[in-house]
C-alpha cells in the first residue's frame, strides 16, 4: 500500500495493466452490477443543475426511469447512486452501434461543462471507499474487463496511467505526481 495524503492506494494501480476496449467489452459497466453509478454529494447538485440539458441525449426508458424514480436515487447499500432502468442498466446510458455510453458525457461535451460523468465511473476500475480519516484507492478486477487487462498488457499502461486525468480530477496533480514517484521507486526496487 501507498500512502500519499490522506488516502491509502492498493499498489495494484501501477502494477496491473488496464486500456478501455470499448469495441470488445460493448460498456458492459453501464449495465452490469446490483446498482447505478456511486455518487459523491456534490454531484447530485451537478445533475440536478443539468439535468434539463441532459435528458435530450438519452433513450426513452431512461428518461422513464429519471422521472419516476429522481436523477438519482439511495440504493439498498444506502449509497446515492444512479438510478436503473428495470434494475438492469444505468437510466444515463445511451447505446450507439451496440455500446453503452453515457449521456451526460455526451450532454457534457457538446454543452460543454465540467460535470462530464460521475467521478465512479471516471475513474473506473478504481473503486474508492471513503473512511473517516482517508479514502482506500483500489483497483477493481471485474472479469468484464479481461480485454481492457488484455489491451493494457499489449501496450504495457498501468491502471494509474490509463487514468491520469480522472485521477489528477479527483485528488489533484502533486497526488498524481506523488503516485507516479511511488511508481518510479518501485521500479528501482524490482
Known amino acids: 500500500m501507498i500512502v500519499i ?12 495493466k488496464f486500456v478501455c476496449d470499448l469495441n470488445a467489452c460493448k460498456g458492459q459497466c453501464c449495465v452490469e452490477g446490483d446498482s447505478g453509478a456511486p ?11 443539468h439535468l ?10 431512461g428518461k422513464q426511469a429519471i422521472t419516476e ?24 446510458t445511451y447505446f450507439e452501434k451496440g455500446i453503452a455510453k453515457c449521456g451526460i ?37 471485474w472479469s468484464i474487463c479481461r480485454s481492457a ?11 494509474y496511467q490509463f487514468l491520469k486525468k480522472p485521477l489528477i480530477k479527483k485528488y489533484g496533480i502533486k497526488w498524481y505526481e506523488q503516485l507516479h514517484l511511488a511508481n518510479e521507486l518501485k521500479k528501482q526496487q524490482d
Open 5 to 16: 495524503d490522506n488516502t491509502i492506494v492498493s499498489e495494484h494501480l501501477l502494477e496491473k
Open 39 to 49: 455518487l459523491e454529494d456534490n454531484e447530485t447538485a451537478q445533475l440536478d443543475e
Open 52 to 61: 434539463d440539458v441532459i435528458l435530450p441525449y438519452l433513450p426513452e426508458e
Open 69 to 92: 424514480q429522481g436523477a438519482y436515487v439511495v440504493d439498498f447499500e444506502n449509497e446515492l447512486t444512479t438510478p436503473l432502468v428495470d434494475g438492469k442498466h444505468c437510466a444515463y
Open 105 to 141: 458525457e455526451k450532454a457534457s461535451k457538446e454543452h460543454g461543462f465540467d460535470f462530464n460523468k460521475p467521478i465512479s465511473c471516471y475513474l473506473y476500475p478504481v473503486r474508492i471507499t471513503k473512511f473517516k480519516d482517508y479514502d482506500a484507492v483500489n483497483y477493481d478486477q
Open 149 to 159: 487487462c488484455s489491451c493494457g498488457e499489449q501496450l504495457n499502461v498501468p491502471v
